[in-house]
């Protein structure tokens, strides 16, 4: 009975050095970083009319987005501040229709601060790809936590424009059909550690 015992306790008790090996491995405390979107998560362009076809269509509000970043001191991974990137979402090489394509350089997005990144530099507009994109970048000497309340950027979209006001160029020409894109946004820290 007492070989059976121990062996049911050396079974109990790598069972408990596991468990207190896998809650230190959990427990470790990491930065975070985190995007709330908290306006606009379907952005349509109606092209109704000739001269919105010929002009292209500019939404300023179209997607307001929270940031949350917080430090969590680990030595040798500070954060400093942020890049905020975008692309075509899923390698996606164009905007699908119904029937026809478009190239994704016919959408053009731009963040700037709405609330609390005052510090911040936004890129302007830039055109959609396959590639990562940087729109918004930010960085600071002091590092204070983000929060999403509290720190905001605006998404602007336009499509269509044509290059004399430095759009992509005008959708005349296209065939009219029912287009779709899917855009991903990246937010990636900066600063020592990245």
């Known amino acids: 009975m007492s070989q059976s015992l121990n062996k049911i306790f050396k079974i109990i008790s790598i069972i408990i050095l596991v468990f207190i090996n896998i809650s230190k491995g959990f427990s470790q405390e990491w930065n975070s ?35 949350s970043m917080a430090d969590s ?26 029937v026809s394509a478009l190239p994704l350089n016919k959408i ?43 720190n905001q950027l605006n998404i602007s979209y336009d499509c269509g424009k044509p290059e004399s006001e430095g759009g992509s160029g005008s959708l005349m020409g296209e065939n009219p059909d029912y287009y779709n894109v899917e855009i991903e946004f990246e937010l990636v820290p900066t600063g020592s550690g990245f």
């Open 73 to 98: 001191s680990q030595i040798g991974h500070d954060l400093e501040g942020f890049e905020l990137n975008f692309r075509a979402f899923n390698g996606q090489t164009d905007i699908k229709g119904d």
């Open 33 to 67: 970083a985190r995007i709330t979107v908290l306006y606009g998560t379907s952005i349509p362009f109606n092209f109704n009319s000739i001269d919105k076809i010929k002009k292209g269509i500019e939404i300023t509000t179209g997607t307001h987005i929270g940031i």
């Open 108 to 150: 053009r997005v731009k963040a700037e601060n709405l609330l609390g990144l005052g510090s911040g530099f936004s890129n302007g507009y830039k055109n959609l790809s396959t590639d990562w994109v940087t729109l918004f970048t930010y960085s600071t000497d002091t590092w204070i936590d983000l929060n999403w309340a509290s």
